[in-house]
């Protein structure tokens, strides 16, 4: 079993930054893929961006391109997710997720963490 845990979320202003952290536990983390998936009120939950075991290879959803960075520390168990130049469509509780192996980077995932709110204000 692997315990996703999310922090970082918050209000920031429109243009700004925040950076997203995932501690992991329960399995080597480093063998794990991770990924990064948010939801706004009243919209399904939705891709944002993904990393491989190594974190060589990574991808983004079209709106974040550009935009956001996702990265990982094996030595820390940790992922992060670089948000800069926020609007407020980025608004929604962002989740991490993982996974043994996926075929897809946008899943299916098989841990999921609780969610951290960012709010970005016009």
């Known amino acids: 079993q692997v315990q996703l845990v999310e922090s970082g979320g918050g209000l920031v202003q429109a243009g700004g930054s925040l950076r997203l952290s995932c501690a992991a536990s329960?399995?080597?983390?480093?063998?794990?893929?991770m990924a990064w998936f948010r939801q706004a009120p009243g919209k399904d939950r939705e891709f944002v961006a993904a990393i491989s075991w190594s974190g060589g290879t990574t991808y983004y959803a079209d709106s974040v391109k550009g935009r956001f960075t996702i990265s990982r520390n094996n030595a820390k168990n940790t992922m992060y997710l670089q948000m800069d130049n926020l609007k407020p469509e980025d608004t929604a509780v962002y989740y991490c997720a993982a996974a043994d192996r996926v075929a897809d980077p946008e899943g299916p995932y098989d841990y999921w963490g609780q969610g951290t709110q960012v709010t970005v204000s016009s």
């Open positions: 329960g399995r080597t983390f480093s063998k794990l893929a």
